[in-house]
């Protein structure tokens, strides 16, 4: 809203009416366009964590039902805010959420609280839980806006910005498959969002599923005129973008934006949730947290990948990472507790844990551990 009041209007109506019905048009807009079979192709199951999401989606979903049928979980009217359910509660517990019934194969998503993030997941026929985070979102956008923009010849810079905590297969998809140029800031969604502006088209995700798109000036005044000037297909292609772009909410994450955007490319595309899950496989990975007497000793440089102090620790990291394949890990001291987290990706899980435990173990050595010394096992 506030964005729409100092663009004067022209970002959108200044009113939560005005965001449902921007979002829900250029949603229709864009759908009508997929060659999409079946109509249970086009249902979502959606948990909102018993947060404000549940309140707006269930407001506007009529806006948009002629494209998507959501089902609502954890709407808030028995269960607790973020209670065994969530965005977060999914990604770091890698299952989904009390509360809803999952059969193989359905698409599932779940908010933050405060609606912010999302990640997608499903079970496949063998009953195995699969999570689509934040970066297969960015890789799913980053492909569809480059397509697009090749087929109607249009060369505008495309940059996805990523924090460290990115799966490193997420990485390389983008970079060697796709050829789309990747960025790596600090964590913290300021420091996404402010490199995302410098491209023509700023694509960022944090793994968690927080993130957006933006567009330059240049990119969307562009894009406006090309959907004005191209003939057919190229013309259809243009309009596409445009609607997209208004799909988008550029002021900042927002989960059921996000959810649309995601939603509209998969029946462009004519994907399933596992063929959008096969486009590469995340690398194993472990998270943990060590407590230490004063977190500030360790500092870090290189958009938090390298420890600068306290001395020999970053020695250290490097020689273990050297002990296994496709293997990275990185430390950095928590933003609001006396804790160190610690990251680490192999290409086996059994690797990822080792690696995770050796690595906090010389955190807790060499940067003043407190309690008990990190025990291997999860």
């Not at 970066?135 to 569809?144: E, G, H, V, W």
């Not at 796709?178 to 964590?187: F, G």
């Not at 240049?218 to 090309?226: H, P, R, W």
Request: charged share 25%; net charge negative; with cysteine.
């Amino acid at each position: 809203m506030v964005y729409c009041r100092n663009t004067s209007g022209q970002y959108g109506k200044a009113t939560i009416e005005g965001y449902y019905q921007k979002l829900s048009k250029a949603f229709v807009e864009l759908t009508k366009q997929a060659s999409c079979s079946g109509d249970e192709y086009r249902t979502l199951k959606v948990d909102c964590a018993n947060g404000i999401g549940a309140l707006k989606l269930r407001e506007m979903e009529h806006y948009f039902s002629q494209g998507l049928s959501v089902h609502v979980f954890n709407d808030g009217t028995k269960g607790k805010l973020n209670h065994l359910c969530g965005a977060d509660f999914v990604k770091s517990h890698q299952k989904p959420p009390e509360g809803m019934e999952m059969k193989s194969n359905e698409r599932c998503c779940s908010f933050d609280g405060d609606a912010d993030r999302i990640v997608y997941y499903y079970r496949d026929a063998d009953g195995h839980f699969h999570l689509i985070d934040g970066d297969k979102i960015a890789t799913l956008i980053s492909s569809f806006l480059k397509e697009l923009l090749l087929e109607i010849g249009e060369n505008l810079n495309i940059g996805v910005v990523q924090t460290a905590y990115a799966n490193g297969s997420s990485t390389r998809y983008l970079e060697e498959v796709m050829k789309v140029p990747v960025y790596c800031t600090k964590t913290g969604v300021k420091h996404l969002h402010h490199k995302a502006q410098e491209f023509d088209i700023g694509i960022y995700f944090e793994a968690n599923g927080h993130g957006t798109v933006l567009f330059s000036k240049v990119a969307e005044m562009k894009i406006k005129q090309l959907a004005k000037e191209l003939e057919d297909n190229k013309r259809k292609v243009a309009k596409m973008l445009e609607n997209i772009i208004d799909l988008f909410n550029q002021a900042a994450g927002d989960a059921i934006s996000d959810m649309l955007v995601t939603e509209a490319i998969l029946a462009l595309k004519g994907l399933t949730i596992q063929q959008w899950d096969a486009l590469y496989t995340d690398l194993p990975n472990r998270q943990l947290k060590v407590k230490v007497a004063d977190r500030q000793v360790i500092n870090t440089t290189d958009a938090e990948r390298q420890a600068v102090t306290p001395p020999g620790l970053q020695e250290a990291i490097n020689g273990l990472v050297k002990k296994y394949r496709l293997s990275r890990a990185f430390v950095r001291p928590s933003g609001t507790e006396d804790v160190v987290r610690v990251y680490a990706e192999a290409d086996s899980q059994e690797s990822a844990d080792s690696l995770a435990h050796e690595v906090s173990l010389a955190v807790f050595q060499l940067a003043g551990g407190v309690g008990e010394r990190p025990q291997p096992g999860f």
